[in-house]
């Protein structure tokens, strides 16, 4: 009868900690919170930035008793010409039951932006920036494929350009 007790308990903790991991995994992409939980991990990306040759990665992952989600985003560049740079930036999107999601970004060049983001289709859409000053926004869409497509706009005086494109891979290194 014990060995049945502690084997139900075992299994019932088991089946909990299952169900976490896989609502994290499966979440329904109706909502903003729950969509941007599937981003949950490492990803990367061979391409072009700003229009240098580039190596990206995205590190989604829950953080601050699982109240945000923080974003590291890096981007090696490499010029023609030889010349090497290195962007780095980071956000926190708070999770939350609402239509929107708030948060922040900031980066080694300097930038402070809040953000404000809502759930389109399979995809999150960042807005940065503030009335006045620099604006931007990303798209982060994930693909059938299980990858994700990033693109970046910013404002100028003649509309939206796009400045930055990439899909990321999953990666299995954390």
Known sequence: MRLLLVSLMAFGLFGLAGQGALSRQNAPADDPAALIKQFEGR???????FGASAQSEMIWAYALDDKFMRLDY??????????ASVFQGAAFY????????????????????????????SAIVSHWGEDGGKQGRTRYELLGSGDMMVTDWIRTPEGWRQFNRNVFTRSSAD
């Open 74 to 83: 890096r981007i090696e560049m490499t010029r023609e010409g030889g010349e």
């Open 43 to 49: 990803w990367a990306s061979d391409g072009k930035a």
């Open 94 to 121: 708070r999770l939350s039951d609402s239509a929107k999601l708030r948060a922040f970004w900031a980066d080694n060049s300097g930038d402070l932006h809040p953000v404000s983001a809502e759930h389109d289709g």
